[in-house]
């Protein structure tokens, strides 16, 4: 398959005008013995490309083309290439595009802390060039970062599994959620829509924790078993005291969770992961006496592994998060951009109909 030698996609020049993104054309990077060519077909919109267009995580080297939530099909394979992978195949890519896959965190499915990791958009190799996402008519990535798509999943509302629906299963998973659990997912927002999914898939009992009452009737549709609104239930932590034994917080900012009444609502042993990615300038202040038998940390993305094992259970259980689509072009971008400003969306964004706007 012909395809160009520069791909184009809509990107942000400047920060301050992130909500007028351009068409550009881009040079790939040097195409190696392990990389894979997709042609992108849709790709989700996740918070992240919101912080980053904005400047809200710094300044970083320009064009920035968005989107790390990537589903399209392979056309083209490097010659070393192992996993697989070939021409025709349907995949997904989420937010890392590389690791060194020698190191220790890698070899133990931990690519996602590896030290020489590059995020799939805005982020250096070493050679140094930067990343670009799947904003895109097409990306290159490394075979290990292009997942095979079940066939009975659909694409648009497959997109946001890659980086939204991985970065709380992870966490999920690791953490032992499954039957005889009490999950909370506390944040009902873009991750916090399929967190509700997932762990009930995974058969626990799942708590949604929001500050109103707003988001009651849509958490209850997608399946939690208890609703629990903080800002309107003033005795919420004596009333579940000692009732949770896993909380993931995926909430875009930790500055409105009270930190200090949260641990009341864990068991003994518990664990509280966030997986918040706030502005960078955010600090968190905890009183340590408060997590006595409690523990809190925080959790990013997901492996190949987990990644897989996600697809597999979305496949099993028709698990398909609340999409709306939008039109790949500048203003399709700008309306994505501008409507997460004012959260007006339910519950993620997934940019298509590539084929009309971007070239072949």
Request: proline content about 4%; charged content about 25%; overall charge negative.
């Amino acid at each position: 398959m012909s395809y160009p030698q520069e791909f184009q996609g809509i990107a942000i020049l400047d920060h301050k005008e992130y909500l007028h993104p351009k068409k550009v054309n881009f040079p790939p990077k040097v195409f190696g013995d392990h990389d894979v060519d997709i042609k992108v077909e849709c790709c989700g919109v996740c918070g992240s490309d919101h912080h980053f267009a904005k400047g809200n995580w710094g300044d970083v080297p320009k064009p920035l083309v968005c989107g790390h939530e990537i589903i399209g099909k392979v056309v083209k394979v490097g010659d070393n290439c192992e996993t697989g992978v070939k021409v025709g195949d349907r995949v997904g890519v989420g937010a890392e595009c590389f690791a060194c896959l020698k190191c220790d965190r890698c070899k133990s499915d931990n690519e996602q802390y590896c030290e020489h990791q590059v995020w799939t958009l805005s982020k250096a190799y070493e050679d140094g060039y930067v990343s670009k996402g799947g904003f895109a008519n097409y990306v290159r990535v490394h075979e290990h970062f292009a997942i095979p798509i079940p066939e009975n999943l659909d694409s648009v509302t497959s997109a946001p599994l890659m980086c939204g629906g991985i970065t709380v299963f992870s966490p999920l998973l690791r953490n032992g959620c499954g039957p005889g659990k009490k999950v909370g997912i506390m944040g009902i927002g873009g991750i916090g829509h399929m967190g509700i999914m997932l762990a009930k898939a995974m058969g626990a009992e799942v708590y949604a924790i929001s500050r109103s009452n707003a988001k009651k009737e849509d958490a209850l549709k997608l399946g939690a078993d208890h609703y629990i609104a903080t800002k309107e239930e003033a005795d919420w932590d004596t009333k579940y005291k000692d009732a949770l034994d896993l909380v993931v917080i995926c909430a875009g900012s930790l500055s409105d969770i009270d930190l200090e009444r949260l641990p009341t609502i864990m068991n003994i042993g518990g664990k509280i992961v966030s997986i918040a990615a706030p502005e960078a300038s955010e600090k968190i202040v905890l009183n340590p006496l408060g997590l006595l038998g409690v523990s809190i940390s925080n959790s990013v993305i997901g492996s190949r592994k987990e990644i897989i094992q996600l697809l597999k259970l979305a496949s099993e259980k028709n698990i398909k998060p609340w999409v709306e689509t939008l039109p790949i072009s500048e203003a399709g971008v700008a309306e994505a951009f501008g409507r997460m400003d004012t959260g007006d969306v339910k519950f993620r964004f997934t940019m298509v109909d590539y084929d009309k706007e971007l070239s072949n």
